[in-house]
């Protein structure tokens, strides 16, 4: 005799119930992903795309000497449904992606040139490891991994310019920098909350404010 057990399986996205399902950006209408054009329509080109091939020119003033180049479903339309995006991050020496996390996505980090301390940390009710940071040197031909929704960052500690691939298993990851989240919403979060939570006076809160 079978006994057949339901054993649950996570996916970022929804199985897709077509071949494909190219947004159709035009639209106004807001669904769990985009409405999609006639795939009758559809030509090679929709499938290709070229936005990721050319690293991106960073001012030395600029705050945090980084840019990222995203490929999610808004960014190429092909993408809808099929649960997977793309960013190219391009850092020069001592550049920093700031703390952030994708609410919607695991993230595998794949460096193309340079090396970078690539890192996160660890939820705070996880009771094998609550807070604990996970974070190395990562060099051209390695991979790191964040798990899906951890604050993670990464920071080019060498002298010539590093950059990635990262492969997200969403077609729409959600991004949340915290810097941006917390000390530039709109409208602001009260200041009082602020400064007791991350012990400062008012005037540091627009210096933490990085974007």
Same mark, same amino acid.
């Given at each position: 005799?079978?006994i057949l057990? #339901?054993?649950?399986?996570?996916?970022?996205?929804?199985?897709?119930?077509? !071949?494909?399902?190219?947004?159709d950006?035009?639209?106004?209408?807001?669904?769990?992903?985009?409405?999609?054009?006639?795939?009758?329509? +559809?030509?090679?080109?929709?499938?290709?795309?070229?936005? %990721?091939? !050319?690293?991106?020119?960073?001012?030395?003033?600029?705050?945090?000497?980084?840019?990222?180049?995203? +490929?999610?479903?808004?960014?190429?339309?092909?993408?809808?449904?099929?649960?997977?995006?793309l960013?190219?991050?391009?850092?020069?020496? /001592?550049?920093?992606?700031?703390?952030?996390?994708?609410n %919607?996505?695991?993230?595998?980090?794949?460096?193309t040139?340079?090396?970078?301390?690539?890192?996160?940390? #660890?939820?705070? !009710?996880?009771?094998?490891?609550?807070?604990?940071?996970?974070?190395?040197?990562?060099?051209?031909?390695?991979?790191?991994?964040?798990?899906?929704?951890?604050?993670?960052?990464?920071?080019?500690?060498? $002298?010539?310019?590093?950059? $990635?691939?990262?492969?997200?298993?969403?077609?729409?990851p959600?991004?949340?920098?915290?810097?941006?989240?917390?000390?530039?919403?709109?409208?602001?979060?009260?200041?009082?909350?602020?400064?007791? /939570?991350? +012990?400062? !006076?008012?005037?540091?809160?627009?210096?933490? +404010?990085?974007?």
């Open positions: 005799m079978f057990v #339901a054993s649950p399986v996570q996916v970022a996205d929804p199985d897709p119930l077509q !071949d494909f399902y190219i947004a950006l035009s639209q106004g209408s807001f669904f769990n992903g985009y409405p999609c054009k006639d795939p009758t329509t +559809a030509v090679v080109e929709d499938f290709i795309f070229k936005g %990721l091939k !050319d690293a991106s020119i960073i001012s030395d003033e600029s705050p945090c000497g980084a840019a990222a180049t995203l +490929a999610f479903a808004r960014h190429w339309p092909a993408l809808n449904t099929l649960g997977v995006s960013v190219r991050l391009d850092l020069i020496s /001592s550049g920093v992606i700031a703390p952030h996390n994708h %919607l996505a695991t993230e595998l980090v794949f460096v040139a340079g090396e970078l301390y690539i890192g996160f940390v #660890a939820n705070s !009710d996880d009771v094998s490891a609550p807070n604990k940071l996970f974070a190395g040197m990562v060099k051209a031909g390695e991979a790191f991994v964040i798990p899906r929704g951890l604050v993670h960052f990464q920071m080019n500690n060498g $002298t010539i310019n590093a950059s $990635t691939i990262n492969f997200l298993n969403s077609h729409n959600g991004i949340s920098f915290l810097p941006l989240t917390l000390f530039a919403a709109q409208p602001a979060v009260d200041p009082a909350m602020l400064t007791r /939570s991350f +012990a400062v !006076d008012q005037s540091a809160l627009s210096d933490l +404010a990085l974007f």
